[in-house]
Structure formats: C-alpha cells, structure tokens
C-alpha cells in the first residue's frame, strides 16, 4: 500500500479532519477490496463507520454503512448485509440508490430470496436509467441476468446480459468518438 495514504490519515487525524480521515478509511478500505483482502477492506470501513457515527451525518454514515454492505456480501454473510442496505435506502439520504439496489438485490439472491432479488435489480435498472447512469445500468442488467439465471430463466438471463452488453457497446463508441474528437486518440501522437 503507497506510504502517501497512510500519511494523510496521520494528517487528516492530528488536524481533526474527519470527513477526510473517513474518506480515507474508506478509500484503503476499496484498495484493500482490490488485493482480496476481505478482513482487512471490513477493518477499514468498521473504523470509517465508527467515525460516521460521530459526525452525525447521515448522508455519510449511509456511504459508509453501503461500503461495508458490499465487503458483507464478498464474504457471503447477506443477511446483515441486506439488513444494513433496507435501512440505507428506507433512510433516503444515500445518493447511490442504483448502487445500493443492485448490491441488495445481490444479497437477496445469496438468501435465495430472488424474487425480492428481481425486483431490487429491476429498480436499480429503472434508477440508473432516470440518472442517465450507464455503468450503474450495466452493474444492475447483469444482476438481472445473474438472478434470472439462478431462476432458471435462461432466456431472460441471457436477454438482459445482451442488453448490458449493448450498453457497453455504446459507452465504447462514445468513448471512441470522443478520443478521436479530442485528437486524444492512440494514433494522434504517431
């Protein structure tokens, strides 16, 4: 791990900046999601957690509290996981709702609960969609495709998977236009 972030915790602690003490902690806590090292991801967001708590911030401790949902999840454990996501979105102050419906309705499907798992993936499709989200459309198509697949629905599946697919397709194009609008392409510089 770069010494560069463990500096500005030690930093972020003496000056008492807690938000960016807990941006941090969650910040090692993806890093440590990165490397597969699950205990320790869940250390850093138990610890970002606990300073949420002290800010009284809603919104935050709703972040941290969806953090901590998905490494619940890594390690199989849904049903707190699920139990920590229902309270987030019942709350209403989270701004990842799309994120947060996709992640619950992958704990759904983990409690064998798929139809609920359906319905949450469904919403998450529905929300990415009204905030014009394409990745957070593709993460909850391809939820869709694995719930309908673990009902056995392998049509359905393999429709949403395309459809997720598709959307790729068009962020590539996109992306692609735009690199040879810019004159940022990979050839620009031959």
């Known amino acids: 791990m770069n010494a560069a972030i463990f500096q500005a915790l030690d930093i972020q602690r003496r000056i008492a900046d807690r938000t960016g003490e807990i941006q941090t902690l969650n910040a090692l ?5 990165a490397l597969d090292d699950l205990d320790k991801e869940g250390e850093h ?11 009284g911030s809603p919104r935050l401790l709703d972040f941290i509290r969806g953090s901590l949902a998905r490494n619940l999840i890594s390690q199989g454990k849904f049903a707190p996981a699920a139990e920590l996501l229902e309270e987030v979105l019942r709350r209403g102050v989270d701004t990842n709702v799309s994120s ?6 992958l704990a759904y499907a983990g409690l064998g609960r798929f139809t609920e798992a359906l319905a949450q993936a469904d919403l998450a499709i529905e929300t990415a969609r009204h905030d014009q989200d394409a990745n ?3 993460r909850g198509l391809l939820q869709r ?3 309908l697949e673990r009902m056995n629905q392998y049509r359905n599946a393999l429709e949403s998977a395309s459809e997720a697919i598709q959307t790729l397709e068009r962020m590539l194009a996109r992306l692609v236009a735009t690199l040879r609008f ?3 392409g990979a050839d620009a510089g031959a």
């Open 29 to 33: 806590g993806v890093a440590y999601a």
């Open 45 to 55: 967001y138990e610890r970002a957690l606990q300073l949420a708590q002290a800010t």
């Open 100 to 105: 947060r419906r996709t992640q619950l309705a």
């Open 136 to 138: 957070q459309i593709v």
């Open 145 to 147: 495709a694995y719930v």
């Open 182 to 184: 810019s004159g940022d």
